[in-house]
C-alpha cells in the first residue's frame, strides 16, 4: 500500500545533540513537508519542498535543516540551535499542482532530556 | 492564504449529525476550502475539500456558503471515533501554496 512512513515513533536526545528524523513516501508525490506541533496547538510549517534538490523555509525554519536527494525522502534534522525542540513532528506530502490534500505521516514525538 | 475561523470546541451525541462550521471572509476565487481531522497523537486525516459547490464523500459532506464566506462540514451520524479536531483550511492551487493550520474545533462525541 502506498503512504508515508515516519521513523522512529519516539525519540529521546540529550541537550546539545542533533537528531535526524526520517520521512519516506511511496505515493510518487512531487512535494513534501514538515510541520511541528506543540501541545493544544495546530500544526506550524517548518521546511517544505516542491522538487529534488530544492526546498524553502517555513514559518519555523531556525534551528532545522532538511534534504531533498531523493523523490521519496525528505530527512529533518533538529540541530543544537533549535532552542525548545521537544514537539510532535509531521512530514506530509503531495501531488505539487491542482487541488491535491496533503497525505500525513503518523508523527515523531520527539523529547529532549 | 486565507484565514479562517472556527469554534474552540463543540459536543455532538453519538448517532446525531455533526454541524462544524468554518469561517473564511477573505477566502478569493481560486482558495479551495479544505477539511481535516487529528485523533490524538496521530497525523492529520484528509476529509473532503471543495470550492464553491456542495461536496459529499463516504466521510462527510462539506456546505459552502454562496458567498463563499464560511462552510459547514457535515458528520451525518457521529461516532465515538469521530472525536478529533477537526480543521478548516483555504489553500491556492499554486506551486507555492501550502497548508496553513489554525487551532481547529476540538468535537467531542459523547454516549
Known amino acids: 500500500d502506498g503512504g508515508i512512513t515516519q521513523s522512529p515513533k519516539y525519540l529521546f536526545r540529550k541537550e546539545g545533540q542533533n537528531v535526524t528524523l526520517s520521512c519516506e513516501q511511496n505515493?510518487?508525490?512531487?512535494?513534501m513537508y514538515w510541520y511541528r506541533q506543540d501541545p493544544g496547538q495546530g500544526l506550524r510549517l517548518i521546511y517544505y519542498s516542491q522538487i529534488v534538490n530544492d526546498f524553502q523555509k517555513g514559518d519555523i525554519a531556525e534551528g532545522y535543516s532538511v534534504s531533498r536527494e531523493k523523490k521519496e525522502s525528505f530527512p529533518l534534522t533538529v540541530t543544537s540551535a533549535q532552542k525548545n525542540p521537544t514537539a510532535f513532528y509531521l512530514c506530509?506530502?503531495?501531488?505539487?499542482?491542482?487541488?491535491?490534500?496533503?497525505?500525513f505521516g503518523s508523527g515523531t514525538r520527539l523529547t529532549v532530556v | 492564504d486565507a484565514k479562517t475561523t472556527q469554534p474552540t470546541s463543540m459536543d455532538c451525541a453519538e448517532g446525531r449529525a455533526a454541524n462544524l462550521p468554518c469561517n473564511h471572509s477573505t477566502i478569493s476565487g481560486n482558495e479551495y476550502v479544505y477539511w481535516y481531522r487529528q485523533i490524538h497523537s496521530q497525523g492529520p486525516q484528509y476529509i473532503i475539500h471543495?470550492?464553491?459547490n456542495n461536496e459529499t464523500n463516504e466521510m462527510a459532506s462539506l456546505i459552502i456558503t454562496e458567498d463563499r464566506k464560511s462552510s459547514t462540514l457535515i458528520l451525518p451520524h457521529a461516532t465515538l471515533r469521530d472525536t478529533a479536531v477537526y480543521y478548516c483550511?483555504?489553500?491556492?492551487?499554486?506551486?507555492?501554496?501550502?497548508?496553513?493550520f489554525g487551532t481547529g474545533t476540538r468535537l467531542q462525541v459523547t454516549l
Open positions: 505515493l510518487n508525490h512531487d512535494a
Open positions: 471543495g470550492l464553491k
Open positions: 506530509a506530502s503531495s501531488l505539487d499542482r491542482g487541488e491535491y490534500g496533503y497525505t
Open positions: 483550511i483555504v489553500r491556492g492551487t499554486g506551486t507555492a501554496s501550502k497548508l496553513t
